[in-house]
């Protein structure tokens, strides 16, 4: 593990250097830990980089102003020496990743969105509200494993199916990064956090990289309509849908994300 000298935000870098590097942002209900089951295998041939956004995992230094995730991004990658990069990033990641997209657009060459969310998604639905108040009803009782235990049980599980069909370690390990974050961030009530301005919704016309977006049929109504919304203002972007999983498709079904991930850099690096 490295920890920028510049940010704070801890991050991993391995596998062979010369090539494009390869960045991994994570969701907001886990850390840079939910891309374990594909790292031995990317970076077998391929320089890959996964941070933790600040707040998650070891990235514990608080903003000294504004929280800025796109920022500490862009920071990072600097001081990691990197200008170009193709990015693979779920949920509230993937509305990073388009941020530094639109912010930096030289530095990013490809996009793969998994579950696209965050910033990118263009309104709260009737699921995503049921679940905003659970967790809400959670942390105002100071009972931060309910709060982890809402997340699992709308993020992971999904709306649409019984915890009981999802992997037990899947669950644990996501129990286990969100409750950590709740315990990094309890007295970040007074950071604000900077937004793009316009916002990300408004300009993905201006996304010029090449985009995949990756949806569970599983997943809250406000994900398919952040991708429907990816899908159809970035140009060109690709879209696949897994029938069998929610939230999380990377850690549900790992070898195939794995294959997914190297299809799509095959397809538009011509490795």
Known sequence: MTTSTATGIAYDRAGPRGSTPLVLIH?????????????????????????????????????????????????TLAEAEIDVCDIVAASFGAGVAVEVALTRPALVRSLLLSAPGGSLIPDVTPDLQEFIDAEDAALEGDDVDAAADANVRWWVDGPHRDGDRVDPRVRELVRRMQRLAFELTADWDDVDE?????????????????????TGALDLDAIHAAADRVHTGVSGARRVDWPDVAHLPSMERPGDFLALVRSWDAGHSGR
């Open 27 to 75: 969701a907001g209900i886990a850390d840079r830990r939910m891309w374990d089951p594909q790292w031995a295998g990317l970076t077998a041939d391929r320089d890959v980089l996964r941070l933790d956004l600040r707040g998650y995992g070891e990235s514990v230094a608080r903003p000294t102003s504004d929280l800025d995730p796109v920022g500490d991004v862009l920071e």
């Open 194 to 214: 900077r937004e793009l301005d316009p916002p990300a919704l408004d300009r993905l016309a201006e996304v010029r990289a090449p985009t995949l977006v990756l």
